[in-house]
Every structure is written in structure tokens, then in C-alpha cells.
């Protein structure tokens, strides 16, 4: 009986402190049982990028004038502004203009870069064709002496000096540069009228007499 009375007797709580108990918790928790349906890391960061773009959004709609639709208007016009610049500037160069040469190869006349001009127009290639027309336009009043011929030299820099002494068309050269800049090295995609339009200079220029104390040399026709 007596053996009995203390087999039955209510076995003493296990005093565990408030670490281990947390440390014990923790272990078990972090078996995989406990975390087969759990969602997965990319799944939380995606949820979490959520979370912080919709906290940002609310934020800014509460600053803004009209709350949220306000905002959404505020983006479109950004937008449609930066598309507008885009299209109108072209793709960003790696190059920076200024720095961009217009000859890149062998010396060639000015015939030499107008028959090409023309070969790719024929072929309606008109990046090449446009480029090659403005290096004719270049070569030409080089082999005029109204340039001095200098390696290295850009587009916007020819134009610049040539409207010295053909002030007439010093606006024109100015837009033949651009077109050239753009085409060659923003991305701009080149086209008949551009060409055209840079031919009807090249000749124009042929029967333009300078004013001589504007060229380098005081050089004639």
C-alpha cells in the first residue's frame, strides 16, 4: 500500500526558466512541420515592396492637391514630358556631341564624299547618305579655304565657323549639324527629307560667294 500511495503520488512541475523555455520554443518552432506552407522568400519580399510602395502612394496623395487622382495626373504629365524630351532629343548618346568627331577615317574630297552621299541615298540607306553629305559640305569649304582644314573637328564647330563667312546660311548649317549629331550619334533614325534637304544646302553653298574678311584666308569662290 505503501509502495502504491507513492507510485501515485502528482509528479512535481518542471520549473524552467523564462531563456531556456524561449530558447526550447524557438527550436521546436523552427522545425520544418511548422513551415511547410509558409510563403517563400521572394514572395515576401514582393509582398513587402508592396507594402511600401502602397505607404509611399498614400503619403504622397495626402501631400498632394487632389489626393490621389491629383497625384495620378501629376505622373501622366511627367510622363507624357519625359517622352515628349525622348522623342525630340533621341536616344542618350554615350558620346557627348562636342566631343564627337565628324571625319573618322581616311581623308577624302569632297566628290569623293558626295558620291558615296549619293550611292546610299540610291540604295535609300539614309543614315550613311546623310552623314556622308554633311562631310561633303565640311570637305567642300575646307578645299575653299573657307575652313581650315583641322583633324578632330565636330559637326556644331564646322557650322559655327562656316556661318562666319556664309552668314546667309548660317541658320541652315546650324540645323545640318543637329541632324548630323542626332543621326550619328543620338539615335535618331535619318530620312529622305533630311537628306534632301542637307543636298539642297551642299549646292547652295557651291554658288554662295563668301564675305571675304570673315574666311580664314580672305579666300574666294
Do not use: C
Not at 131 to 159: C, F, I, N, Y
Not at 189 to 194: C, G, H, L
Amino acid at each position: 500500500m505503501l509502495t502504491r500511495a507513492f507510485t501515485d503520488a502528482p509528479t512535481p512541475p518542471v520549473d524552467i526558466s523564462r531563456d531556456p523555455a524561449r530558447e526550447a520554443a524557438k527550436h521546436e518552432l523552427s522545425k520544418p512541420m511548422y513551415h511547410e506552407n509558409d510563403p517563400s522568400l521572394l514572395r515576401r519580399g514582393i509582398d513587402r515592396f508592396w507594402e511600401w510602395l502602397g505607404g509611399l502612394f498614400d503619403a504622397a496623395s495626402g501631400a498632394t492637391p487632389g489626393g490621389a487622382l491629383g497625384l495620378v495626373v501629376i505622373v501622366l504629365v511627367v510622363l507624357a514630358l519625359i517622352a515628349a524630351l525622348w522623342w525630340r532629343l533621341g536616344t542618350p548618346s554615350r558620346l557627348p556631341a562636342s566631343a564627337a568627331t565628324l571625319f573618322d577615317d581616311r581623308p577624302r574630297t569632297a566628290a569623293e564624299h558626295r558620291k558615296a552621299a549619293e550611292a546610299h541615298a540610291a540604295d535609300r540607306a539614309w543614315t550613311p547618305a546623310v552623314q556622308e553629305r554633311m562631310r561633303a559640305v565640311v570637305r567642300s569649304l575646307e578645299e575653299r579655304t573657307l575652313l581650315d582644314p583641322r583633324p578632330g573637328r565636330t559637326a556644331d564647330e564646322a557650322a559655327a565657323e562656316a556661318g562666319r563667312p556664309l552668314p546667309a546660311h548660317a541658320d541652315r548649317l546650324r540645323t545640318a549639324a543637329r541632324d548630323f549629331d542626332d543621326i550619328t550619334y543620338g539615335g535618331r533614325a535619318a530620312d529622305e527629307q533630311t537628306y534632301l534637304r542637307l543636298t539642297a544646302l551642299d549646292h547652295d553653298l557651291e554658288r554662295t560667294k563668301p564675305l571675304l574678311s570673315a574666311a580664314p584666308h580672305g579666300a574666294a569662290q
